[in-house]
């Protein structure tokens, strides 16, 4: 039973206590050779879902499964006997269930007759560990168990939704698209006029007045949610790729957007070298998306140059280590949506999908599909709008996460001259 006295502090309300509602389905990751009863006992990490779309896992800090209290009627040899898997794959269907579950109930029996024996302490170790599902045995699945109701057998859109593209045109990851629903913010001219106005003079004297609003994915789709593995050009994640299709979710969503600052690309071409750092320092010095009242719309963070940062922050923390030790905290932005995006998928999909219909219950799921992405979305949207910290305390600045090397660069403290000197 998961805690409820607010200990903890929610990571999707922002500060706010953390009293989690568990969904009405099992934990996942269990034992599958230890029982209590019929219940399989949790494990390090074992995890259910919490309603407002976090994860809620055992930690090994607070918990050890390590001993059970048996009757001495039962010992530890029948309770490896009655205590087979309970996660058999749909290959080793040829092992009835009801034979397992006529001995766990012959064991509970035993230990009810003899209840009023003396209870002795026996070390139970578990020798089986549940197999991770692989992709092989995933496509061989279809991704599903088959179990299915009668009116879906035959035509399951879930098994003819694809999971190597996104089909729908409208939600392939587009920015004009995301800026035409962004548009529907009721801030938006505001936000706009607000980036439109900064002006900007170079140590030339050359006046910089063409930053423009860039239209950000805060969960992207070509770098993260749909993105292909370089050594077989498959789908990182393609169950999520899968239900995305099946739920018709929308990557171009406002709720994924956030507005930043960035440049008119064709102008900045006339930009000297060594003042392109500066010119992205002054711009977010203007720290336009510290207004609360632009409802979180808008973020300082410049929005220019790849998400993906990884060979340029490994020249610095070459050089600066050192000198900015926050710097071996950081990570790029791409792989922090990443590893957001792959906790859903190893740690509920993946769990899940061999007994889960999502057709059965289509409106249920759907809902918890977009609250999981959007549950990323918002937190990197506060995350953004957190900006700039300014050398904040190493524990902050772990979690941060930023769009652009420079944004990086500007919140540790390093300065333009030193970006410069390694970079350029």
């Given at each position: 039973?998961?805690?409820?006295?607010?200990?903890?502090?929610?990571?999707?309300?922002?500060?706010?206590?953390?009293?989690?509602?568990?969904?009405?389905?099992?934990?996942?990751?269990?034992?599958?050779?230890?029982?209590?009863?019929?219940?399989?006992?949790?494990?390090?990490?074992?995890?259910?879902?919490?309603?407002?779309?976090?994860?809620?896992?055992?930690?090994?800090?607070?918990?050890?499964?390590?001993?059970?209290?048996?009757?001495?009627?039962?010992?530890?040899?029948?309770?490896?006997e009655i205590s087979e898997s309970s996660e058999k794959s749909a290959e080793n269907s040829e092992v009835k269930p009801l034979d397992n579950e006529a001995k766990t109930e012959k064991a509970n029996e035993r230990v009810n007759d003899n209840s009023e024996t003396k209870n002795e302490k026996v070390?139970?170790?578990?020798?089986?560990?549940?197999?991770?599902?692989?992709?092989?045995?995933?496509?061989?699945?279809?991704?599903?168990?088959?179990?299915?109701?009668?009116?879906?057998?035959?035509?399951?859109?879930?098994?003819?939704?694809?999971?190597?593209?996104?089909?729908?045109?409208?939600?392939?990851?587009?920015?004009?698209?995301?800026?035409?629903?962004?548009?529907?913010?009721?801030?938006?001219?505001?936000?706009?006029?607000?980036?439109?106005?900064?002006?900007?003079?170079?140590?030339?004297?050359?006046?910089?007045?063409?930053?423009?609003?860039?239209?950000?994915?805060?969960v992207s789709g070509n770098e993260c949610l749909y993105r292909r593995k370089k050594e077989d050009n498959t789908m990182l994640f393609p169950l999520l790729v899968k239900l995305a299709n099946l739920f018709k979710y929308n990557v171009n969503s406002l709720l994924n957007g956030i507005i930043l600052?960035?440049?008119?690309?064709?102008?900045?071409?006339?930009?000297?070298?060594?003042?392109?750092?500066?010119?992205?320092?002054?711009?977010?010095?203007?720290?336009?998306?510290?207004?609360?009242?632009?409802?979180?719309?808008?973020?300082?963070?410049?929005?220019?140059?790849?998400?993906?940062?990884?060979?340029d922050l490994k020249k610095l923390k070459n050089k600066y280590k050192d000198k900015y030790p926050l710097l071996n905290n950081v990570g790029v932005y791409e792989k922090i949506v990443s590893s957001k995006l792959d906790a859903i998928y190893e740690k509920i999909y993946k769990m899940r999908y061999?007994?889960?219909?999502?057709?059965?219950?289509?409106?249920?799921?759907?809902?918890?599909?977009?609250?999981?992405?959007?549950?990323?979305?918002?937190?990197?949207?506060?995350?953004?709008?957190?900006?700039?910290?300014?050398?904040?305390?190493?524990?902050?600045?772990?979690?941060?996460?930023?769009?652009?090397?420079?944004?990086?660069?500007?919140?540790?403290?390093?300065?333009?001259?030193?970006?410069?000197?390694?970079?350029?």
């Amino acid at each position: 039973m998961p805690v409820s006295d607010g200990t903890g502090v929610c990571a999707i309300k922002q500060g706010a206590p953390c009293v989690p509602v568990c969904f009405p389905h099992t934990w996942g990751n269990v034992s599958g050779s230890v029982f209590v009863g019929k219940m399989p006992v949790l494990r390090e990490g074992s995890f259910i879902v919490c309603s407002l779309g976090g994860i809620i896992t055992i930690s090994s800090q607070n918990s050890s499964v390590s001993e059970a209290f048996l009757s001495k009627s039962v010992d530890v040899e029948d309770n490896s006997e009655i205590s087979e898997s309970s996660e058999k794959s749909a290959e080793n269907s040829e092992v009835k269930p009801l034979d397992n579950e006529a001995k766990t109930e012959k064991a509970n029996e035993r230990v009810n007759d003899n209840s009023e024996t003396k209870n002795e302490k026996v070390t139970v170790v578990s020798t089986e560990e549940t197999k991770p599902a692989t992709a092989e045995s995933n496509r061989k699945n279809r991704w599903c168990s088959g179990r299915c109701p009668a009116e879906f057998k035959d035509n399951c859109e879930f098994c003819k939704a694809s999971e190597t593209c996104v089909t729908d045109p409208e939600r392939v990851n587009n920015s004009e698209i995301l800026k035409r629903n962004l548009k529907s913010v009721s801030s938006y001219e505001r936000i706009v006029e607000k980036i439109n106005g900064i002006n900007i003079r170079l140590k030339d004297g050359y006046i910089v007045d063409w930053v423009i609003p860039q239209h950000h994915h805060l969960v992207s789709g070509n770098e993260c949610l749909y993105r292909r593995k370089k050594e077989d050009n498959t789908m990182l994640f393609p169950l999520l790729v899968k239900l995305a299709n099946l739920f018709k979710y929308n990557v171009n969503s406002l709720l994924n957007g956030i507005i930043l600052p960035g440049y008119n690309s064709q102008k900045y071409i006339n930009i000297m070298d060594g003042e392109k750092y500066q010119l992205a320092y002054d711009v977010m010095d203007k720290k336009i998306g510290s207004q609360e009242s632009e409802n979180g719309y808008i973020g300082s963070q410049i929005h220019f140059g790849p998400h993906t940062y990884e060979n340029d922050l490994k020249k610095l923390k070459n050089k600066y280590k050192d000198k900015y030790p926050l710097l071996n905290n950081v990570g790029v932005y791409e792989k922090i949506v990443s590893s957001k995006l792959d906790a859903i998928y190893e740690k509920i999909y993946k769990m899940r999908y061999e007994k889960t219909c999502f057709m059965r219950d289509f409106e249920k799921e759907k809902d918890l599909f977009e609250k999981y992405i959007n549950a990323i979305a918002e937190e990197l949207r506060k995350n953004i709008k957190g900006f700039p910290r300014k050398n904040p305390k190493g524990f902050e600045i772990k979690k941060s996460a930023y769009v652009s090397l420079s944004a990086m660069a500007y919140d540790i403290g390093i300065s333009v001259d030193e970006l410069s000197s390694v970079l350029l």
